[in-house]
């Protein structure tokens, strides 16, 4: 994929916006920015577009590629070996690809709201993504899984969880049209925000996916959304991302029932494990992309009443442990090495996953209540 | 500026602990131009066999031809002619000129043709002092940075050993390239063809000796119109990893694996001569410790270089998977030219048996031959192949040696064995 370059700006091949020279990802559809090529020699690689999660002197600090990475430009060293990155994404030493920021980041919006997405390892490229927003006691944490069976579904997986979270940050206190009222005012506001949200997830998902695609090509991704405003939670969702409430005293509850084929079978009343294990279980029944039916998302409130952990989390994590109390009691473990941190705990989960196998991309965002 | 691309066909598929990477790579270069000969950077060198067999024909065609070359060469072009014997000497400039080799002119063309119409055969055949005096003549005009010359025999190196004449095209690899040509039936394929692989260059056999100007004609336009006067392909391979081989496939096969010089710790340059506007595909095949299911690793950067600067890159890569779907595919352009590549051997295989009178091993092989145009469909082999076996069954690859091959279709056979057809895409 070749980046234009429109009057001396760089514009992104997938959207036209405009992109700065130290630019990862472009900022408003999240696309992989190509490396700028040589001087003045007629270098021509005509090979399948480079590693396949491909570059470019990206900065690793925790923010999200969403963001600009504003420091980058020195050339990253190889994580396997120390060597230098050459221009075509691969270790001028070992040959190991360069890893790419896509592969592994964290954000942390505020002290008490932090996330963690990375690659597994038997995926070649991360097709999760992630956005946070927090101020004050309002947090938005949207987590959306790209659909590995469709190309471009990494492009379309991060440019949705901005969109989203952007809608829902303009409703939060900092935001231009802040949610006031009594809380059933407040968690019909919230409900209806995150059927907006979902809409505009859609739309940008919509907005990245190459013209002309045959049905199975179009991008997809999965959509889940949890908005704590104060003590109120309101989650939404398309497809198999879940939101927890796991509070320190109390029972754990997954608040999020599956759009998936394993969702259909528990509804109908098949046990958990039978119903996790059927064969369309992990095929979901409803998500985003220009193929779906309908992109409101399904939402669901509680009021908290007490201190705990808000769990929004892809397959990749509830895969190695579904019941929601296995949940709680993996995630307590897991915050108490970590002091309680939102964004360490949620790395310390990752590696976790990884190590009971990575089968999947995983994507762990927590916000600590009370 | 030419404009070099690289193109890399591969199944990047490995199984679990697979090890072994074979790509092709097409290196394509546009708007190479002509030789730049007004510069005078640009040098020729003819060297016609005057032993005494050439006498008749032979010399009146190859002084007719050598004259067509003549005309031929652009004005700038250095260049000078050789009478090779058991000796080489230097007919043009004349022997007793005060400069080795001279820059076209219209005079020096005619004075040119004219000592060529007074070669004269007699003497025996040492090819390895043609090429050292050619040496000698290109290496008083450094300038001239794309050398090429012409050979051109009727028979056998007979008045040396074969260790003379390898020692000398050792010793001038590198320095110009050739392409060599043998007229009739009697001298020897292999000679002619450790002097144009060493030199970068073509082996053809040229049945009868009226055909010998269009040859030339067409050897010296080619090399006339090559732009490029040095271009090497580089192979990177990473830390601890190994370039099994690196051949060249189409226009013709050629290993070039012993060709390799250092440029770094991981990357090997091999010369591949000069290009004009024109494609070439090359076959590599690198071997790099595996890695766990899942993972990707770069296994050999193709590079072609001019004047030390690269300019074009292909990158060969390795995944590793437990789908067996994506592991078993064999990319259709390897796998083609593997296929050429045996043919050429199983060719020359095949012909060497037949001449030492092994007619078991000749059979067969040349059957391996038959199978494998007919399943790359070289038809140009077949047809060559037909004049020297019966083919029975082209699937089966069953054959029958001819009993009464004429000498000049087993040498035809033989000079174009390494011709490969371009893969089908």
Redesign the interface.
């Known amino acids: 994929m070749v980046n234009r370059t429109v009057g001396g700006l760089r514009s992104c091949a997938s959207c036209g916006g405009a992109l700065h020279d130290d630019d990862a990802f472009c900022e408003g559809c999240g696309t992989r920015v190509a490396a700028p090529t040589a001087g003045d ?7 399948a577009d ?4 491909a570059p470019s002197g990206a900065d690793l600090a925790p923010s999200g590629p969403g963001a600009s990475v504003g420091t980058g430009g020195a050339a990253t060293a190889c994580r396997t ?1 120390g060597g230098t990155i ?1 221009a ?1 994404g ?8 360069a890893v790419s920021a896509r592969d592994h980041w964290s954000e942390q919006p505020a002290r008490w709201v932090g996330g963690v997405c990375d690659r597994g ?4 490229r991360n097709e999760d993504a992630l956005a946070l927003a927090a101020a004050g006691s309002f947090a938005a944490l949207v987590v959306c899984d790209g659909v590995s069976t469709a190309p471009h579904s990494d492009v379309a997986s991060l440019a949705a969880a901005v969109a989203a979270r952007d809608v829902l940050a303009a409703a939060g206190p900092d935001g231009p049209e802040p949610v006031v009222g009594s809380d059933p005012a407040r968690t019909a506001a919230w409900s209806a925000l995150l059927g907006r949200a979902s809409h505009a997830g859609n739309e940008a998902v919509v907005a990245t996916a190459p013209p002309g695609l045959g049905p199975d090509d179009a991008p997809s991704c999965t959509f889940v959304a949890a908005v704590l405003d104060g003590p109120l939670l309101v989650a939404g969702w398309l497809g198999d991302s879940r939101v927890y409430w796991l509070p320190d005293d109390g029972p754990a509850e997954q608040l999020t029932a599956d759009d998936s084929g394993a969702g259909e079978l528990l509804s109908r009343g098949v046990p958990r494990e039978a119903a996790e294990a059927a064969p369309q279980a992990h095929a979901i029944t409803r998500w985003l992309g220009p193929d779906a039916d309908d992109v409101t998302a399904r939402t669901t409130a509680t009021v908290l009443d007490g201190p705990g952990w808000v769990l929004v989390c892809s397959d990749g994590l509830w895969n190695y442990c579904s019941p929601a109390a296995e949940l709680a009691t993996l995630v307590r473990e897991h915050a108490t090495t970590c002091q309680h941190d939102p964004l360490r705990t949620a790395d310390a989960l990752v590696a976790w996953a990884n190590a009971q196998g990575g089968r999947d991309n995983v994507t762990v965002a927590l916000a600590r209540f009370g | ?1 030419a ?6 066909f591969q199944n990047e598929f490995l199984p679990q602990d697979g090890t072994d990477v074979h790509a092709i790579v097409t290196l394509t270069s546009e708007g190479a131009g002509a030789a730049d000969t007004a510069s005078g950077g640009v040098a020729e060198i003819i060297m016609v066999d005057t032993s005494g067999s050439m006498t008749g024909r032979n010399l009146d065609a190859a002084r007719y031809a050598a004259q067509v070359a003549v005309d031929q060469i652009p004005d700038g072009t250095w260049f000078a002619i050789i009478a090779g014997s058991h000796v080489a000497q230097r007919v043009f400039p004349y022997p007793n000129a005060s400069v080795a080799v001279v820059q076209m002119e219209p005079g020096a063309r005619a004075e040119a043709k004219r000592a060529i119409s007074r070669l004269a055969a007699s003497g025996g055949t040492a090819m390895s002092t043609w090429l050292a005096l050619a040496d000698q003549l290109f290496a008083t005009v450094p300038q001239a940075r794309q050398r090429h010359a012409i050979l051109l025999t009727d028979g056998k190196n007979e008045s040396e050993p074969r260790q003379t004449l390898s020692a000398v095209v050792r010793q001038v690899t590198g320095k110009f390239q050739c392409d060599a040509r043998g007229v009739g039936a009697s001298w020897q394929v292999d000679e002619l063809r450790e002097i144009s692989t060493a030199l970068l260059g073509t082996v053809g056999l040229i049945a009868s000796p009226d055909d010998i100007a269009d040859d030339f004609r067409d050897l010296v336009q080619r090399s006339m119109a090559r732009g490029i006067a040095d271009l090497e392909l580089r192979v ?6 190994q370039v099994l081989f690196v051949r060249q496939v189409s226009p013709t096969v050629e290993d070039l694996t012993a060709r390799r010089t250092e440029v770094n710790a ?1 990357t090997g340059a091999y010369p591949t001569g000069s290009w004009g506007d024109e494609s070439r595909d090359y076959h590599v095949a690198v071997r ?1 410790a595996s890695k766990p ?2 993972s ?4 050999a ?1 193709v590079q072609a270089a001019v004047g030390g ?7 060969v ?1 390795a ?1 590793w998977s437990d789908d067996d779907a994506l592991t078993a595919r064999i990319s259709p352009e390897v796998a083609h030219y593997t296929g050429q590549a045996e043919l050429a051997s199983a060719i020359q295989e095949g012909l060497a048996a037949k001449a030492a009178g092994d007619e078991a091993t000749a059979t067969v092989k040349l059957g391996r031959a038959v199978q494998l145009a007919q399943e790359t469909g070289n038809d140009e082999a077949t047809s060559r192949l037909r004049r020297v076996v019966e083919i029975d069954d082209a699937d089966q690859g069953t054959v029958r040696l001819r009993r009464n091959a004429d000498k000049l279709d087993e040498m035809a056979l033989d000079t174009a064995s390494t011709k490969t057809t371009r893969v089908r895409r």
């Open positions: 020699v007629a270098v021509d690689e005509r090979t480079g590693p396949t999660a070996c050459a075509d691969y270790c001028e030493q070992c040959g190991e690809p390892l038997r995926h070649a | 500026m404009v070099i691309t690289a193109e890399v990177w391979a990473p830390q601890g990893a991981l790099v299911v899942g990707e690793q770069l296994a950067r600067t690269v300019l074009a890159s292909g990158l890569k995944r």
